[in-house]
């Protein structure tokens, strides 16, 4: 559920309007031939230049940047241009900035052509290459990994590499059907097994399948798409959030923002080759299945019904023609075959549905009996609605849920912000201010401005026993915002990731219609422009941005030993500081503090769990570094066979050995109870927080704040 404020919106109509005045004194005198691709990239040069937190400057290294930019945007994989290619379009390297300031496109022009010509020349290289058998005994390899390659010398050595890359994936292939065949003897004596020369024959013709598809695909592509794409070499130059949708794009990226489309509720980018899970809807069906992770590669799409050789090959596949196999009527199944961060594959059977706003508000629960029982509240997001008649926002449903704990006499509260992407401000602000006296929340600065401090203005405190945040990787925004507070406050301990998502950053998104008024009808429509105007700051000075929140506890994970976040993104904006804001820390319990850190410290030493999620973490570190396949079949087998066995090892390993008491707070047990389905989601809910590795040593800590 996206919703702005009346206030947000009014700021967002007037950036409009004070851009389309600017405007008209920018806009060079265009051709008729490519006037819609000037005005576009005079507009976004412009804005940005007036309106990004950050401008850039643009002179010869920028241009380097979008020529690198562009050039890997259209030839990631590098099996399409040549080095002779590279080297003629050379002259542009440096001239870019001066076409952006003319509104000219000859780089991009000539990129274009090329491409197109290489596009049709290499067509051919895979249906010759897959009509003969590829021979498994030889010894050779292929780099997985794009970056470690250069632009092939000459065509014999680009079909080469189009043979090594085909090569491989019916390699793959052919290994993934031999072991299911092994385990579907297991299960069955009268189960079909294919010879290795049949499988290779049905792999090599799902290629043959895959490929015609995936060049259509790219054929059917506009200019308008490529152009989009190379207005985005641009923009990612500002920074990673800042981007250009393309008229029909800006309708897509409306669609995922108003969370109704029925469908599995995740958020998709392309990747090379693959189509990756970039976000999971709170609320929506993946978030409730609870086995898509962000980072997923999609391999496979099939429907409910279908069988394994009648699913949809996704690699290669775009994420517009994707996503049309992917959504579907609520209630429909989809399965997903997904390529895991460690390499390894899993199939996440989905029902659709719409976004359930239900399952985005706060919830509550008791854990632990007696004189031990602390409260629990899960907060998948900082939701407010303006226009729904309940006016359901978070801050008033926090209150309520630490009303029901209160009531229950639980002595202490954990609050666990785990993959909640953000959400409105003022309702952080009001969250904090549940918890402290009043005083400053969080500051906001725009480019050339004073910083404004946010502040709680309610001297009441709400709650002021034992305060447990937990956070992970993927906890971003309002999230990071609400740890800081709490953090700089010395309100409360934060457990969990070393650091969370690192996105300090405030986006708006401009109509750029809008933008010119009246002017350019004739080309309209121009699309959108996403772009950052401001930063977040602690009230320490700080800014989450890059850094994130450092955990006070931290608790192993998958990204322990590698990069996640914004800081794993070129262009991110760097860290910074400004004064602090004034306020009191907080002093009551605080003594607590160093020896619960301390004694969560050795349980966590001694927990195997974790002790085996470290290892995993490491593991998953030396696979992602591993990027060169043998091509060389019993190799590649034994090589396969031993990676899932080590992934058995790691089954499981999340799931505590010593299990929660998890009971409903007295308030609710009448709404739970009052049908089948409340029962169901219930039992669902309790069943995950009773063995949860993670929220098990935040009862523990919160146990030892009493």
């Known amino acids: 559920m996206k919703v702005i404020s009346i206030m947000n919106r009014w700021k967002y109509l007037l950036l409009g309007g004070v851009l389309a005045v600017g405007l008209g004194f920018y806009i060079p005198k265009m051709s008729d031939a490519s006037k819609k691709d000037q005005v576009i990239l005079s507009l976004i040069y412009n804005i940005l230049n007036q309106s990004h937190f950050s401008p850039a400057q643009v002179d010869d290294k920028f241009s380097e940047e979008v020529y690198d930019n562009f050039l890997e945007n259209l030839d990631f994989s590098k099996r399409f241009f040549l080095q002779e290619d590279i080297k003629s379009l050379e002259v542009y390297r440096h001239s870019i900035d001066d076409e952006i300031l003319a509104s000219e496109l000859n780089f991009f022009e000539a990129s274009y052509a090329i491409y197109n010509e290489r596009f049709e020349e290499t067509h051919r290289y895979f249906e010759d290459i897959l009509e003969k058998p590829f021979d498994f005994t030889i010894n050779e390899s292929y780099e997985t990994d794009e970056e470690k390659l250069d632009f092939c010398k000459n065509e014999t050595e680009l079909e080469d590499r189009w043979r090594l890359y085909l090569k491989q994936r019916v390699l793959s292939r052919i290994e993934d059907k031999i072991n299911s065949q092994e385990e579907d003897t297991t299960r069955s004596d009268t189960s079909v097994v294919k010879t290795f020369a049949e499988l290779e024959i049905d792999a090599r013709a799902k290629e043959m399948e895959l490929h015609e598809e995936w060049f259509k695909s790219l054929a059917d592509l506009d200019r308008l798409d490529w152009v989009g794409m190379y207005m985005n070499s641009i923009t990612t130059i500002y920074d990673p959030h800042t981007q250009y949708f393309a008229p029909e794009r800006k ?42 992770e962000e980072g997923d590669k999609i391999l496979k799409v099939a429907q409910e019904g279908e069988t394994d050789d009648e699913a949809i090959d996704a690699v290669g596949m775009s994420v517009r023609k994707l996503v049309k196999y992917i959504r579907g009527p609520k209630g429909t199944e989809v399965r997903l075959t997904v390529q895991k961060l460690d390499g390894s594959k899993m199939l996440i059977p989905i029902v659709r549905d719409v976004v359930e706003l239900e399952a985005t508000f706060a919830k509550s629960a008791v854990l632990g009996e007696g004189d031990a029982k602390i409260g629990y509240i899960r907060l998948p997001k900082f939701y407010v609605n303006f226009y729904d008649d309940e006016n359901r926002v978070c801050s008033e449903d926090v209150k309520a849920e630490i009303e029901k704990l209160k009531a229950d006499n639980v002595h202490g ?80 301990i934060i457990i969990g990731s070393k650091s969370t998502f690192g996105k300090g950053t405030v986006q708006n998104v401009l109509d750029m219609d809008r933008a010119v008024n009246f002017t350019f009808d004739d080309v309209k429509p121009l699309g959108a422009l996403k772009l950052t105007i401001q930063k977040y700051y602690r009230i320490n000075g700080g800014t989450p941005q890059l850094r994130g929140v450092q955990s006070d506890i931290v608790l192993p994970d998958n990204f322990t030993y590698i990069k996640y976040g914004e800081a794993e993104e070129k262009h991110a904006l760097p860290y910074s500081e400004i004064a602090p804001a004034k306020y009191s820390v907080w002093k009551l319990g605080t003594e607590a503090y160093p020896k619960a850190v301390k004694q969560s410290e050795a349980r966590v030493k001694e927990n195997e769990k974790f002790a085996l999620i470290d290892e995993y973490a490491k593991w998953l570190k030396k696979q992602r570094d591993l990027t060169e396949v043998n091509l060389n079949y019993e190799a590649y087998r034994k090589e396969q066979v031993e990676f899932r066995e080590k992934s058995k090892k790691f089954e499981g390993m999340r799931k505590s050995n010593e299990e929660l008491a998890v009971s409903s707070n007295s308030a609710d047990v009448s709404m739970w109870d009052a049908s089948e389905e409340k029962q169901k989601e219930r039992d669902i809910w309790f069943k995950g927080l009773r063995t949860d590795l993670y929220l098990n040593e935040a009862f523990h800590v919160a146990g030892d704040l009493k």
């Open 413 to 492: 509260i954990i609050l666990d912000l785990r993959n909640n992407g953000g959400g409105s401000l003022q309702e952080v602000i009001d969250i904090v201010g549940l918890f402290i006296k009043d005083g400053p929340v969080v500051q906001v600065k725009g480019p050339g401005q004073s910083p404004k401090v946010l502040q709680d203005e309610d001297s009441k405190i709400f709650y002021d026993g034992p305060l447990v945040v937990m956070v992970n990787q993927f906890s971003a925004s309002a999230s990071e915002i609400f740890a800081a507070a709490i953090q700089d406050y010395n309100r409360g």
């Open 251 to 292: 309708e897509d990226f409306e669609i995922s923002m108003t969370g109704q489309l029925e469908g599995i509720g995740a958020q998709l980018t392309q990747k090379g080759e693959y189509v990756v899970i970039s976000k999971i809807i709170t609320g929506s069906a993946c978030w409730k299945q609870g086995d898509l």
